[in-house]
């Protein structure tokens, strides 16, 4: 019979050493995302995989709040977060920064994720739109390419938050596997 492991066993560092370890350089814009909980997801996500931190644009809500935190745990806490009113703002200073951006939206010159790669010395951005409209045009015309997330069925699209943390682990894999 299997037993789920102990808050000990699971060796989880605390919220003093997350603050302390180096996180891989990769950067969530969140731009006019109307959902909390997909909000509060993205922060829970990155909390587990080390992102170095999310830009909240547009009219995206921002912590602190209960509905942000129901689905954060915590997590609003650990990971680093800006607000940016403007999406160019933030992709431009990024860019300076020498950050590759690249939206999560589907047209028709989009890397297929399963063709999207990273080494783990890139400066990664991805920008995740709003769950109706996507990512703004006027933000895809500046990014340096678009990634896809294959789908097989009748849906054409995934929530927002499921795609973030599909979009998170295969990057971070490459700097946390050392691919």
């Avoid at 919220?15 to 909000?39: A, C, G, Q, W, Y």
């Avoid at 080390?50 to 509905?67: A, M, S, V």
């Avoid at 609003?76 to 860019?95: F, G, M």
């Avoid at 990512?135 to 294959?150: F, H, K």
Wanted: aromatic share 6%.
């Amino acid at each position: 019979m299997m037993q789920k492991l102990s808050m000990d066993e699971l060796h989880r560092i605390s919220v003093d050493e997350f603050k302390e370890t180096k996180k891989i350089p990769l950067v969530i814009i969140l731009d006019n995302i109307r959902s909390m909980h997909n909000v509060g997801s993205i922060f829970r996500s990155s909390d587990a995989f080390l992102i170095e931190k999310i830009i909240l644009c547009g009219f995206t809500p921002r912590p602190p709040h209960r509905d942000i935190n129901k689905t954060a745990l915590g997590a609003t806490e650990t990971v680093h977060w800006e607000y940016q009113e403007n999406i160019l703002d933030a992709i431009a200073s990024l860019k300076e920064d020498g950050y590759k951006i690249w939206g999560i939206e589907q047209v028709d010159n989009s890397i297929p994720l399963e063709n999207f790669k990273v080494t783990n010395t890139d400066k990664t951005a991805i920008i995740l739109g709003n769950e109706v409209e996507g990512v703004q045009e006027d933000a895809l015309l500046q990014c340096d390419g678009s990634i896809e997330i294959p789908q097989f069925g009748t849906k054409h699209s995934l929530n927002v938050s499921v795609a973030g943390g599909i979009l998170i682990w295969e990057i971070a894999k490459a700097y946390l596997l050392k691919k």
